[in-house]
């Protein structure tokens, strides 16, 4: 049977949706000749949600021309008994996995909502809270204080995905990280800055493509020497070849996720994450 043009994936859950949502994405990402319409319908706990859940469900098949999928990580058996007749091909995520669970460890799950991605502990949450307000206060090299409390230091040129990626870590995985901009200066002298050369071992590098570095900088500065194609090339050989001078392992993350480039720097800088 051919593909259908257009979907719509529900993601319905009677807390955040997240983790439903997670492993959704991760499925639905295999069927790359599909467009995908994803919807996230969170905090469905009372019939009424329930049943404005399959009005969304009965409009979409309507204007899909196709049964609509969803994914639920619904504990309420009410609330399912609601949603399971609806024309979808519906997939209960607990259910999958709870019960095999349940029966291999012989004891019984709690059936809580929420459990996946409540505050776990104190200090767990303090820790993700200190994270973020680090990676904010040594964002882009504004303050090198305190850098001995980093976990990481990323070092990169402009617009690398330094940013992003000290925010992902610190609010997923509570790790400190501060990041550092390679400018001309560092170039000319071919040294790193000195606020930095303390904290070698903690330095981790973020490379990227010309083309990519060119499209996202003309976004912010279109036209300006900042953006320019040569000066792109130029910025991103010179900050190469500091960090192979310097020892710096750089990984380039012109076509990987922020999840992708975290992991890796998870796993190279052999940082001990938290879980939460």
Do not use: W
């Not at 990280?177 to 040294?191: C, K, Q, S, T, W």
């Not at 710096?248 to 998870?266: G, N, P, V, Y």
Request: proline fraction near 3%; glycine fraction near 6%; include cysteine.
């Amino acid at each position: 049977m051919a593909a259908a043009h257009s979907r719509t994936v529900f993601y319905v859950s009677d807390g955040t949706g997240i983790t439903a949502e997670m492993l959704g994405h991760s499925l639905i990402a295999q069927f790359e000749s599909i467009r995908f319409r994803q919807v996230r319908i969170p905090f469905v706990n009372s019939p009424a949600k329930a049943r404005d859940c399959l009005r969304q469900f009965k409009a979409a098949h309507e204007t899909d021309g196709a049964r609509p999928i969803v994914m639920t990580t619904v504990i309420s058996d009410k609330i399912l008994e609601i949603l399971r007749p609806a024309d979808t091909l519906f997939f209960d995520l607990f259910e999958h996995f709870l019960g095999p669970l349940e029966a291999e460890l012989g004891a019984a799950s709690t059936h809580s909502v929420g459990r996946g991605h409540g505050i776990t502990s104190t200090s767990d949450y303090m820790r993700r809270i200190d994270a973020v307000n680090f990676a904010l206060a040594h964002d882009d090299g504004v303050s090198d204080e305190d850098l001995a409390n980093a976990d990481v230091i990323l070092v990169g040129v402009s617009r690398s995905g330094k940013t992003p990626t000290s925010l992902y870590l610190a609010m997923q995985f509570g790790i400190k990280v501060a990041n550092y901009p390679l400018i001309p200066e560092d170039f000319e002298r071919m040294a790193l800055p000195q606020a930095l050369k303390r904290f070698r071992h903690k330095l981790f590098g973020l490379t990227i493509g010309i083309e990519r570095l060119h499209q996202i900088r003309s976004e912010r500065r279109r036209g300006s020497r900042y953006a320019s194609i040569e000066n792109c090339r130029y910025e991103i050989e010179e900050a190469l070849r500091l960090m192979r001078r310097e020892g710096i392992h750089a990984l380039d993350s012109t076509r990987k996720s922020i999840e992708e480039i975290a992991a890796t720097i998870l796993q190279d800088a052999h940082l001990e994450r938290s879980t939460f």
